[in-house]
């Protein structure tokens, strides 16, 4: 049988965006402190069923704290945590219908891979029967039929990872907690995986809450993100959300590479902004609805695959256009960063698709160049 596409359903799900929608799991204001330091700070969220969420931040934001209250390892010392409209407080984690799969996979070295999965469905009890086929089922749906009988140091890092998952999956958790689940595994393991976690979590219709610092595989795996600094939200969106349309210089400086320009608001009227940002940048016209006054500060931000870089002067414009010099490059292979010094001292990054294969650079080091873009390429924030 040929795999269903999972196109469709990614592209209609958004029950954030509904409001009837009812929560699966939610935060109510809650605080989590370990002596005088505040993990996590009065916070509130919504995750809805079937969703595939994740936490993304640096290390000491919160985000394993929040995961693990979930999960019943630590209670919130103020507010509320709820599962399926179940208020959770004094629910041992064996009571809880989740189940988490650690970074470290913790699978038993003296037992086989069938044995491992098996382990939680023989402490609850299962009958024999059942628990072999629901075994069968897993290792089938892991791909790992043939290594069975094999103990985790026979297996790769990869197939650890599948084994640590299907024991997971066993008990049919309504939640699956994915602690940095693919950190140990290497670039191409991890790439090729995240698709597959997402196929994986379409398929079993189960909702996914992931703990990662890692933002492409954040983006890659999840429905919505939710950033976060000091055990405080800083933004939830959608993965395309978060990288256009950032809240503040601290989520677009997370997410991706950004180029930040200060300046100040010298006008805005018909969904436009204009912004002096002096001699790093001149004047700068965006495209952009806010209610932000004459003469605030703000900064303006934009991503450096969306800026032309050229040789040669554009035909006289008066916005959006930077003058500077090469001051290095970076080859990656598909793509070539250049960073490009303005005149104030201040630095700009543009992205440029290697299309051809690279003999001779038409732009190199120490070159007059032109930066331009359009005026919907960036965002405005003013915090």
């Known amino acids: 049988m040929a795999a269903k596409a999972i196109g469709p359903v990614r592209r209609t799900f958004a029950p954030w965006d509904d409001p009837a929608a009812p929560p699966f799991i939610e ?13 996590v700070d009065n916070l509130s969220l919504t995750i809805y069923e079937r969703e595939f969420f994740a936490l993304l931040g640096p ?11 979930v999960a019943g390892f630590e209670e919130p010392t103020e507010g509320e945590v709820l599962l399926d409209g179940q208020d959770l407080a004094g629910v041992p984690p064996y009571r809880r219908p989740t189940n988490m799969m650690f970074q470290s996979y913790a699978l038993f070295p003296h037992m086989t891979i069938e044995a491992n999965i098996a382990f939680g469905l023989k402490q609850d009890r299962m009958p024999k029967a059942e ?3 629901r075994v069968e089922e897993m290792l089938t749906l892991v791909k790992l039929t043939p290594f069975a009988k094999r103990k985790p140091h026979q297996l790769s890092g990869g197939q650890k990872q599948r084994v640590a998952l299907a024991r997971s999956l066993a008990r049919k ?31 079993l219709g189960l909702t996914f809450l992931i703990v990662t610092h890692d933002q492409e595989e954040a983006m890659t795996v999840a429905d919505r993100v939710a950033i976060m600094d000091h055990g405080r939200i800083m933004q939830v969106a959608t993965p395309a959300e978060v990288y256009e349309q950032p809240n503040s210089r601290y989520v677009a400086d997370f997410i991706g590479d950004i180029n930040l320009i200060e300046g ?54 008066s916005v959006n256009c930077i003058t500077g010099e090469v001051w290095d490059i970076g080859y990656l292979g598909d793509v070539s960063i250049y960073h490009v010094r303005l005149p104030d001292g201040t630095t700009m990054k543009s992205t440029v698709t290697n299309r051809t294969r690279l003999v001779e650079r038409q732009i190199t080091w120490d070159d007059r160049v032109w930066l331009t873009w359009p005026r919907d390429a960036g965002v405005v924030l003013t915090r």
């Open 27 to 39: 935060f109510r204001n809650v605080t989590k402190r370990f002596g005088d330091f505040v993990a």
């Open 173 to 203: 958790p309504k939640v699956l907690l994915l602690d940095e689940p693919l950190g140990a595994l290497d670039k191409k393991l991890r790439e090729e995986t995240q698709f597959e976690l997402v196929d994986l979590q379409q398929e």
């Open 131 to 133: 628990i072999n086929a």
């Open 264 to 317: 100040r608001i010298v006008d805005r009227a018909g969904g436009r902004v204009w912004l002096d940002c002096g001699e790093a940048g001149g004047m700068i016209e965006v495209e952009q609805a806010m209610e932000a006054a004459t003469g605030d500060d703000a900064w303006f931000a934009i991503r450096p695959e969306k800026i032309s870089l050229s040789l040669e002067a554009p035909a006289a414009p």
């Open 59 to 69: 290390s000491g934001c919160g985000k394993t704290t929040l995961m693990r209250m």
